[in-house]
């Protein structure tokens, strides 16, 4: 069979027709899904009835995937490759360490020296309504600036830092996280290794731009937050079980919204796969 793309919003995003993960795909198919991920910049692959290890297996055939080192905590206990995203509290009873996983508009792994360059999350158990995603395209609300404004940003970085909503906000695990992640400092508009398009590369967990004060910098980087998530630029998906949603970090961000009833479960599983060197460590 074919592999067909059928697009999900106008901004970005495609579905995979033709594939199943499970009957090990082709050489010749791995290279159009490879195009159709530069192209559409997420892909959705519904009905997708696999293992953890053939999770593993499929994203190890886009490149070396992250061992999750700087977050211990959210990865399984079995598979170093894959990270949890579950609001299942732990077997003694304490809240899920992931349990807000990405709820700032943010893209993967920008706080290390090798952001990722892909993620590919697959769904296990979906609530019965909501606990939505949001994607955005970057290159487009960089490509909608005015050329005022690209020039002014075109040299600033931004400092990335690891911070999110979590549950247990003891001075130790605040400790924990800095020595686990420094903040590192990249560039707000990156260019794209494989399309060489410019994209922006920005998030809420950037605090300032490298020089100068958080005071200073907070005006612009809500501004540029505010507009690369503008509806006209993002798609929203509504999960369903057995889907893997494989999204390109270098030229998208995106959001868990959160919306669903926390009495319902909602378990994701993620892999990583690493991306080209940027970037550089702040002290
Ligand atoms: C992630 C992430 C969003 C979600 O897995 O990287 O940000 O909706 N997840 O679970
Ligand atoms: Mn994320």
């Known amino acids: ?63 070396e995937l992250d061992q999750h080192e700087s977050l ?27 349990k807000y996983t990405g709820q700032v508009w943010h893209s993967d792994m920008s706080f290390t020296l090798a952001p990722a360059m892909g993620s590919i999350l697959r769904s296990i158990k979906v609530p019965s309504v909501g606990g939505d995603t949001m994607f955005s395209n970057m290159t487009l609300a960089y490509e909608k600036l005015s050329k005022g404004m690209q020039n002014l940003i075109s040299d600033l970085h931004g400092v990335h830092t690891s911070a ?28 794209h290794p494989e399309t060489g398009k410019k994209a922006l590369y920005i998030g809420e967990k950037v605090k300032s731009f ?15 937050c505010r507009h690369a998530s503008k509806p006209q630029f993002v798609y929203r998906h509504q999960w369903q079980a057995n889907e893997l949603l494989f999204w390109d970090n270098r030229c998208t961000m995106h ?28 002290q």
Do not use: C, W
């Open 255 to 282: 959001l868990a919204l959160g919306d669903y009833d926390e009495s319902e479960i909602r378990h994701l599983e993620r892999t990583t796969i690493l991306g080209t060197p940027s970037g550089y460590v702040l």
């Open 1 to 63: 069979m074919t592999i067909e793309f059928k697009p999900l919003s106008f901004s970005l995003g495609a579905e995979v027709l033709g594939l199943k993960i499970k009957d090990s795909p082709s050489k010749e198919q791995i290279e159009l899904v490879r195009a159709g991920f530069l192209k559409y910049g997420i892909l959705l692959f519904r009905d997708q009835h696999i293992s953890r290890e053939q999770h593993i297996g499929f994203s190890k055939l886009f490149g």
């Open 210 to 224: 490298v020089g100068m004060t958080e005071d200073e910098s907070k005006p612009l980087i809500d501004y540029l």
């Open 72 to 98: 211990p905590r959210d990865r399984h206990p079995d598979y170093s490759e894959l990270l949890m995203v579950t609001n299942e509290p732990k077997p003694n009873g304490m809240p899920s360490d992931s």
């Open 164 to 191: 999110r909503k979590i549950i247990d906000l003891s001075q130790d695990r605040i400790d924990e996280t800095k020595k686990l992640i420094p903040p590192v400092a990249q560039p707000i508009v990156r260019i």
